[in-house]
């Protein structure tokens, strides 16, 4: 199994992304997909969850509003679009997908905001 993250890179603050989570080797809709982050000297959090039950997708507050997670069952995929980026929304993001107590993550992607 396998979680391929994509879509990082530097943008502007204002401006937008859309990341990429590729699976292999299992099924994205079969699991709860997620998306953390994680910026240098913190701790890892949680900023988007998607249910394998296809109910309202959860959000860290200081995301709601600017970012959005979404799946496509047919690419096997999951996906953050994230709009009004700021400086603080700069981390390594990464992908984690869970069933039941097994997990797994990605490799990460990293994102900066800056101008």
């Known amino acids: 199994v396998q979680l391929v993250e994509s879509g990082g890179g530097l943008v502007q603050p204002g401006g937008s992304l859309r990341l990429s989570c590729a699976a292999s080797?299992?099924?994205?809709?079969?699991?709860?997909m997620s998306w953390y982050r994680q910026a240098p000297g913190k701790e890892r959090e949680r900023v988007a969850m998607?249910?394998?039950?296809?109910?309202?997708?959860n959000y860290v507050a200081s995301v709601q509003g600017r970012f959005t997670i979404s799946r496509d069952n047919v690419q096997n995929t999951v996906y953050l679009q994230m709009n009004k980026l700021k400086p603080e929304d700069t981390a390594v993001y990464y992908c984690?997908?869970?069933?039941?107590?097994?997990?797994?993550w990605g490799q990460g992607t990293q994102v900066t905001v800056s101008s």
């Open positions: 984690k997908a869970t069933r039941l107590t097994y997990s797994f």
């Open positions: 080797g299992f099924t994205v809709s079969s699991y709860a």
């Open positions: 998607i249910t394998s039950a296809g109910g309202s997708p």
